[in-house]
């Protein structure tokens, strides 16, 4: 028994009718288009669009799953659609076809081609504008699926939440993002569609814009790398540096399906792109990130000896606390396991640590020991700027 199927065409600019868009928009309800499987080496998970000879368009990226399944129950290549809707604002088609019943997709069909992919490198932290999103996705689910119990305020706050998490969530571009924010729109449409009508298309435009190397809030590849350089990933790079082996670990990047590591490293400008339609999950994705940043940030350092120069010069005033204490630790290190004279960039460390807890208690301040009855050890902000200063059942402060 055979049912309908629905699905979402774009990409219309980057094809052969970008210089007739409004002609081709107006004509287009009811004609029928081919949709083709494997058309480009490029991206052999693309679908593209034709209408006879002319490449139109491409399979949204939420729905090329589906259409897979679609075209390989027939035994085929490629199938029949026709147009049901257009939608010009927002570029796209709505496209139909007939097809056998039951063909579900599920958040483990994107999980399984990386499933045999295992990463042992070192993870780095999370930017903090990808912790973020997903703490406006927990609020924004929370107060949708309360909304009849919703007071004003809550509602005002939704509307600020729902247009932040639209445009901070183009910077994740896991598969785990794309399901969070399809289910946001339905909650939206569910608790009042018309009260919601433009963070809902904020959030559809968000969707579409993910991965494009596109100008405005989309995720470029100069924002992204941005964001894998910033200053904890360092921090992971030198405290890890020793620890794992930087051949073995881009040896595990060269398998991350797709081939996306020699994508990165051969046509970098194409990479956000690739990797935003690859259904990645976030797990696996930002796996393969600390890969990139650990091998790349290695690949720039060369040698211990380098490395040490390196940090001689960068450490100032604007040098954050944790860089500041990794590189103590990789120094420390060194000095243990290599002949390397390190005495001047620990002395640096130190000086640089005690100018700043003499900047933020003053030097007349009296110094706070901490007493830890489990391991009967002593510490204190005299020799650690950053333990707490209070007194718990632990700590007792003694004047």
């Known amino acids: 028994m055979n049912t309908t199927y629905r699905f979402t065409i774009r990409g219309f600019s980057h094809c052969d009718v970008q210089d007739q868009l409004d002609s081709f928009f107006a004509t287009a309800k009811g004609r029928f288009f081919w949709v083709v499987g494997k058309f480009t080496a490029a991206d ?46 927002m570029r796209e088609m709505t496209v139909e076809v007939m097809a056998e019943k039951g063909i579900v997709v599920t958040s483990e069909d994107y999980a399984l081609r990386f499933a045999d992919w295992h990463y042992t490198g070192p993870i780095a932290p999370f930017p903090c504008e990808l912790d973020k999103v997903r703490v406006l996705y ?12 919703s007071m004003p305020a809550d509602i005002e706050e939704l509307h600020e939440v729902l247009a932040e998490f639209a445009t901070l969530s183009q910077l994740d571009i896991s598969h785990d993002m794309f399901v ?62 020793e620890r794992y082996d930087v051949e ?43 890969g990139i940043v650990f091998v790349g940030l290695m ?12 940090w001689t010069r960068q450490i100032n005033e604007s040098t954050p606390d944790p860089v500041l204490e990794a590189m103590k630790v990789v120094a420390h290190h060194l000095m243990e396991k290599t002949e390397c004279d390190i005495s001047g960039i ?52 003694l004047e």
């Open 299 to 310: 690949s720039a350092t060369k040698s211990s000896v380098n490395l040490i120069n390196q």
């Open 44 to 89: 052999p998970e693309a679908l593209g669009v034709f209408a006879g000879k002319r490449h139109v368009a491409y399979v949204a990226r939420d729905d090329r799953a589906l259409v897979w399944k679609i075209i390989r129950s027939t035994d085929r290549n490629s199938i029949r659609v026709m147009v049901v809707e257009t939608n010009r604002f």
């Open 180 to 241: 969070e924010r399809r289910r946001v729109i339905g909650l939206a449409r569910n608790a009042d569609e018309r009260e919601f009508e433009t963070e809902i298309t904020m959030l559809e435009c968000a969707a579409g814009q993910t991965g494009h190397g596109t100008s405005g809030d989309g995720l470029t590849y100069r924002k992204w790398m941005k964001l894998l350089s910033g200053e904890n990933n360092m921090a992971l790079v030198m405290t890890n540096f």
């Open 346 to 397: 620990l002395s640096t460390i130190t000086a640089e640590q005690e100018r700043r807890t003499m900047k933020m208690y003053g030097e007349n301040r009296q110094p706070t020991i901490n007493i830890d009855k489990n391991y009967g050890t002593l510490s204190g902000d005299v020799m650690d700027q950053h333990l707490y200063l209070g007194a718990t059942d632990n700590n007792k402060r």
């Open 138 to 149: 927990d609020i924004a689910t929370t107060l949708l699926i309360d909304y009849d119990n």
């Open 248 to 290: 073995e670990i881009r040896r595990q990047l060269k398998e991350f399906p797709g081939g996306l590591y020699d994508v990165y490293l051969n046509t970098p400008e194409n990479f956000i792109d690739r990797l935003a339609y690859s259904e990645v999950p976030r797990d696996k994705l930002w796996q393969f990130v600390s």
